[in-house]
């Protein structure tokens, strides 16, 4: 049985062009880009190749690439001072990663969230310009879409408010780029953090992307590589692969997105259809989400095609990406309900990829009032289609129901 992969927010499977960018990668000599000699020029264009390619899946310069490991070294790099400076205060909020708040060394300023898990704007500006008065070193960072629940944040505004009180501020683009469009320029932003392994390249590197006025400083000294932004050698065939996924979701994007817009709703549909007392993170109401099931068994039938066959864009695709639902099951333990849809064949998880080995509540949920022990998040991405879409729930309705018929 061909499994149904919908955890692409934690990894998104390897797109064919990284795959073949990664192979040939793979029989480079084995040099330090930075060398001059002859064995060392071949690794170099393909590292520069990448660093174009990179650049252009967010409208940047490709002078401003730095290449990192991940999103906790991008973090580190960004609200961490260099070795004998004063220690930065960050502005964030409840919403962003632990790779962002365990690595926070000076005073950390939460801006609040709504219930539906959307950052406060006023409360922002409160914030930012009580931290703008004490004259202190200041970070900013928030996400472009929350990673566990899909919810978009006004990233602009807070562009725009972060300029305004002279705040530099790093946007967490990682799971934003899968489903929207993102330019550097427009956004406003100093920074913004994009992921290989979310967009179908291979796990392990990321890129920190600056605009041309903002100075990064390494976060380890011993070496120059990256312009002297990063110490350490490039990991050539990673970046390879990066390049290579890059350039496939920037030619592939009106027609991906369309395709996320489409898989997205018919999830909503049908979910909201087939299984009682179920809400979505991030979505008030989910009333007239669904279709009617008429006589058609829950997640089975002619019901099921015409939900996802409907063009009808309910107001919460403005809401949330495509790319991340969340759910709330009444009744139902997540981490049963994620080993029960394993069992039947569908990837999915509980909370965020941060939290999976210890099923902790996840923070993002509980700041927005919701109970995290009844979640389930899934994730679409490139390769997703609405006919897994319409299998996984028939799986998960009938995981649903046997769960529930077994309570006390």
């Known amino acids: 049985m061909r499994r149904i992969y919908l955890d692409n927010a934690s990894v998104s499977p390897l797109r064919p062009e990284a795959a073949a960018a990664m192979t040939e990668a793979i029989g480079l000599p084995s040099a330090d880009a930075g060398r001059l000699h002859a064995d060392a020029l071949p690794v170099r264009d393909v590292i520069e190749a990448a660093r174009v390619q990179v650049a252009n899946l967010v409208g940047a310069n490709a002078r401003y690439v730095t290449f990192v490991s991940g999103f906790p070294e991008a973090a580190a790099t960004w609200v961490q001072p260099s070795s004998g400076e004063p220690d930065f205060d960050v502005v964030t909020s ?69 300029s305004l009180y002279r705040v530099p501020l790093l946007v967490d683009a990682a799971q934003g780029i899968v489903a929207d469009d993102i330019d550097l320029g427009g956004l406003g932003a100093n920074a913004v953090y994009v992921d290989s392994a979310l967009i179908g390249g291979p796990s392990g590197v990321g890129a ?72 979505i993170a991030g979505v008030d109401d989910v009333t007239g989400m669904g ?37 709330m099951v009444d009744g139902v333990v997540a981490e049963g309900l994620v080993i029960a849809l394993d069992q039947g064949g569908v ?5 965020s990829a941060c939290s999976a080995e210890t099923w902790q509540p996840s923070p993002v949920l509980d700041a927005m009032g919701l109970d995290s022990n009844s979640s389930l998040r899934v994730s679409f991405g490139w390769h997703t289609t609405t006919a897994e879409v319409e299998q996984a729930v028939g799986i998960l309705s009938d995981a649903v129901h046997k769960m529930r018929s077994l309570r006390p």
Do not use: Y
């Not at 409840?94 to 690595?103: D, P």
């Not at 931290?131 to 202190?136: I, N, P, Y």
């Not at 990837?347 to 909370?351: Q, T």
């Open 208 to 279: 920190l992307i600056t605009d041309r006025r903002t100075r990064l400083t390494p976060l380890f000294s011993g070496s120059a590589q990256e312009r002297g932004r990063r110490a350490g050698l490039e990991p050539t065939v990673l970046i390879a692969g990066f390049g290579a996924a890059a350039d496939a979701a920037v030619k592939n994007r009106h027609r991906e997105s369309a395709a996320l817009q489409q898989v997205a709703l018919c999830w909503d549909r049908l979910v909201t259809s087939t299984i009682p007392d179920v809400s």
């Open 291 to 327: 279709v009617s099931l008429g006589r058609d068994r829950p997640g089975t039938g002619a019901a099921l095609l015409e939900g996802c066959s409907t063009n009808t864009e309910p107001s919460v695709e403005r809401t949330l990406a495509p790319s991340v639902r969340t759910i």
């Open 347 to 351: 990837s999915a998880h509980s909370g």
């Open 94 to 162: 409840r919403m962003e990663r632990t790779s962002v708040t365990s690595q926070i060394r000076g005073q950390r300023f939460d801006v609040d969230i709504d219930r539906g898990g959307r950052i406060r704007l006023d409360d922002a500006t409160n914030v930012l310009a009580r931290v703008a008065a004490t004259g202190r070193r200041t970070r900013a960072v928030f996400e472009h879409t929350n990673n566990e629940t899909g919810v978009r944040q006004p990233v602009h505004m807070l562009a725009e408010l972060s």
